[in-house]
């Protein structure tokens, strides 16, 4: 059984950061993708950031680029998201996400994501 759990939300002043972790388990084959899906109150999931199960590629939505960036650790099958420079505008509940395959494509659309992990509370103040 796949499971990922989320820690590391909180609340943070305007320009300040974050780091949000993800453990990941219970993936079969190494073929798989781990990214980020966020969502506020009366808004729609959008996908953010995703990274393959090797760490070879990377993908950013323009919305997060340049601020946000997604490492993993393959030792502890930990990704993390590290946050910067954090606007009001980013306050969302934050959910790790798995899909079974690579690429970025499916961070386009939450149908295609395969698991979601409980979500953790990013709250940025103005």
């Known amino acids: 059984e796949v499971q990922l759990v989320e820690s590391g939300g909180g609340l943070v002043q305007a320009g300040g950061s974050l780091s949000l972790s993800c453990a990941t388990s219970?993936?079969?084959?190494?073929?798989?993708?781990i990214g980020w899906f966020r969502q506020a109150p009366g808004k729609e999931r959008e996908g953010i950031s995703c990274i393959n199960s090797d760490g070879s590629g990377t993908y950013y939505t323009n919305s997060v680029k340049g601020r946000f960036t997604i490492s993993i650790d393959n030792a502890k099958n930990t990704v993390y998201l590290q946050m910067n420079s954090l606007k009001p505008e980013d306050t969302a509940v934050y959910y790790c996400t798995g899909h079974e395959g690579y690429g970025s494509a499916w961070l386009e659309r939450p149908l295609y994501v395969d698991y979601w992990g409980q979500g953790t509370q990013v709250t940025v103040s103005s």
């Open positions: 219970g993936f079969t084959y190494d073929d798989y993708t």
